[in-house]
């Protein structure tokens, strides 16, 4: 199973981190993360609905995924050549011996920084679409599934993918509908 390195900006977005979260849950990738990324997740989304709902949010997600949280990949951030507040993702990829780093700050992690330990750097939308030619009754069963469980809005899978697109994935939300 492919293990990807989630940045803490595709976990910001509500909708796009579900997304990611359930398809990780419907094993269809192994999610990692260190410390520091769920620290500055926790922070960030903070601001937006306080510590305390932020903090048992984060708690949440690591309880769900209790394998994903790298450690011992400190000593590696030091040598890391890609952007300066990027090299602990990079690092605990590294770490982790992840394919893939998912982030949407693809300009932060220059080839030349990861090509050398093998890892990939995708945008969500390259991340989404790649699982959609992999597993396409998986990611229906998946997203179908994610509009159930809501009790408020999105109410429909065109909602949701309205709401995937706002955080980072319009050319996966785009061609998603193409296929229904």
Request: hydrophobic share 45%; proline share 5%; net charge negative.
């Amino acid at each position: 199973m492919q293990r990807v390195v989630l940045d803490t900006c595709v976990l910001y977005p509500n909708y796009l981190r579900d997304t990611l979260l359930r398809l990780a849950e419907a094993e269809l990738y192994e999610p990692l993360w260190s410390a520091g990324i769920l620290d500055e997740l926790t922070r960030n989304i903070a601001e937006r609905i306080g510590d305390l709902k932020a903090k048992n949010l984060v708690a949440a997600m690591a309880g769900a995924f209790p394998e994903s949280t790298v450690t011992g990949y400190e000593a590696l951030i030091s040598v890391m050549t890609n952007d300066h507040k990027d090299r602990h993702v990079l690092a605990a990829a590294i770490g982790g011996h992840a394919h893939a780093v998912v982030t949407l700050n693809l300009k932060d992690f220059p080839a030349a920084s990861s090509d050398p330990y093998g890892i990939e750097v995708l945008h969500p939308d390259e991340f989404l679409l790649d699982m959609l030619d992999l597993a396409p009754a998986e990611m229906v069963t998946v997203l179908r599934t994610q509009v159930a469980d809501y009790r408020n809005e999105p109410r429909d899978l065109h909602g949701l993918l309205d709401r995937i697109s706002a955080g980072g994935a319009p050319q996966f939300a785009a061609e998603f509908r193409r296929r229904l």
